[in-house]
């Protein structure tokens, strides 16, 4: 079989148990975990790709729920939201100077999402990071996965 049919194969069997565990007994965002795993493969997969978005993911979650706390110590309203925001997405970017924050996108994902759960959601900011942290472990597991089931390179 082809990589790109083993690499689904192995994505549609892992996403299967993940939705049934998040969605039963674990108790997790589904959609978290998802996010998490696409952004493995955005940020390169392998062990970087593995190390840039958990670190990355939980950079977002970490700048999201600051800015939600020191907006409600400065008494909520749209304009202080507005600048808490801003100064989130600064060193959100900023932080990227970093190399394991070096990508961008997980760290504005991991902050959209610890809202939606946090906020939209009623969740928490526990229950955010777990399913983060499983999404990209799980990416990186449906890439050794195909790697296992798909095409081998010929040795000389």
Do not use: H
């Amino acid at each position: 079989m082809d990589a790109l049919v083993a690499l689904a194969l192995s994505i549609g069997i892992l996403i299967a148990g993940w939705t049934y565990l998040a969605l039963g007994v674990a108790a997790l965002p589904v959609w978290a975990g998802i996010i998490a795993w696409g952004c493995f493969f955005a940020a390169g997969g392998k062990t970087t790709g593995l190390a840039k978005t958990i670190a990355s993911n939980l950079s977002g979650v970490l700048w999201a729920a600051l800015a939600l706390l020191l907006w409600n110590r400065f008494g909520g309203g749209v304009p202080m939201l507005s600048l808490l925001v801003g100064l989130a997405a600064f060193i959100m970017v900023i932080q990227a100077k970093i190399p394991a924050l070096s990508f961008i996108p997980g760290a504005f994902l991991g902050a959209a999402t610890a809202v939606s759960v946090v906020v939209g959601a009623n969740g928490t900011y526990t229950s955010t990071i777990i399913a983060l942290i499983a999404g990209a472990v799980l990416g990186y597991i449906s890439e050794m996965l195909a790697a296992a089931i798909g095409p081998k390179t010929a040795t000389v």
